[in-house]
């Protein structure tokens, strides 16, 4: 898939500067290869993306500097959030997915690189593979302001990625945690079961199937789910998107258009300065 997506953004910029494609299609073609890259470095992140790790390593930071992340911040951060699910406090994308307006979440996945920092979650050389990602996109952007192509760079990368960004933050973080309360590891993500959606966004309404089982790369949710069903029914695991009800529903669209929450300090905190 990452290869794919690297073709796509080969004929997109192809298109572009010698093909004379339509500029709808250039710039579809470009959110459909970052949505791609969106779950090859989230599987990336999890060893699962590639069997040999040096391939899994180039294939999570070539996913990042498509998307206008970092490979080690999104691979820290990302492992953070499974060990503190829900946490207000320590749960990084707990912020991303209730930190504001829903069509702002694109935006607060760079409270990341703060989380990052802030924690010093880096490992060995990290810090220079950070440095590394950042300085590869300035030099880019550079080069667009000499030589004339900035309006390409931000028109045709940096909006299809936020773009897509919107999507991974409503499909991976708020849609499958909402309403961000549950701690119990059976019950803090929630599965809506469906054939398109698997395809669509790439099996990420299986999303508690992957914090089960993180190990479990994405194509491979969907047959998961269907053989440990009887374990879930069991286990009284959320299996619906659950919007329908009316409280659901006035709650998602109070989060599209402002999305403010007030937290308290968790109990366990506050055992421990006692």
Not at 174 to 186: A, I, V
Not at 190 to 197: A, D, G, N, T
Not at 207 to 212: D, F
Not at 256 to 273: N, P, V
Request: hydrophobic share 45%; with cysteine.
């Amino acid at each position: 898939m990452f290869v794919a997506a690297i073709i796509l953004v080969v004929c997109s910029t192809s298109g572009y500067w010698l093909w004379d494609l339509p500029n709808a299609c250039c710039f579809s073609i470009n959110v459909l290869a970052l949505h791609m890259v969106g779950t090859v470095i989230h599987d990336a992140s999890h060893h699962v993306a590639h069997k040999n790790r040096y391939v899994n390593a180039l294939m999570g930071h070539g996913s990042a500097l498509m998307l206008g992340f970092t490979f080690p911040v999104f691979t820290r951060v990302h492992m953070q959030h499974h060990a503190n699910v829900n946490d207000p406090e320590n749960d990084p994308d707990h912020f991303v997915s209730t930190g504001g307006p829903l069509w702002l979440i694109a935006v607060r996945f760079f409270y990341h690189e703060i989380f990052f920092f802030k924690r010093r979650l880096w490992r060995k050389y990290e810090l220079w593979e950070w440095f590394f990602s950042r300085l590869f996109i300035a030099i880019i952007i550079y080069l667009a302001c000499q030589y004339g192509f900035l309006d390409y760079i931000l028109n045709y990368w940096f909006v299809p990625a936020l773009v897509v960004g919107m999507a991974l933050g409503l499909f991976f973080d708020y849609l499958p945690h909402r309403p961000f309360k549950e701690r119990d590891r059976w019950k803090n993500a929630r599965i809506y079961p469906s054939p398109i959606l698997n395809l669509l966004i790439m099996g990420q309404n299986y999303h508690l199937i992957h914090h089960l089982w993180p190990n479990i790369p994405w194509y491979k949710y969907q047959s998961a789910y269907r053989a440990v069903k009887p374990l879930l029914d069991e286990k009284g695991c959320d299996q619906s998107l659950g919007l329908l009800a009316q409280k659901s529903f006035w709650n998602f669209v109070y989060d599209i258009f402002l999305g403010i929450r007030f937290h308290h300090k968790s109990s366990d905190r506050k055992t421990e300065s006692t």
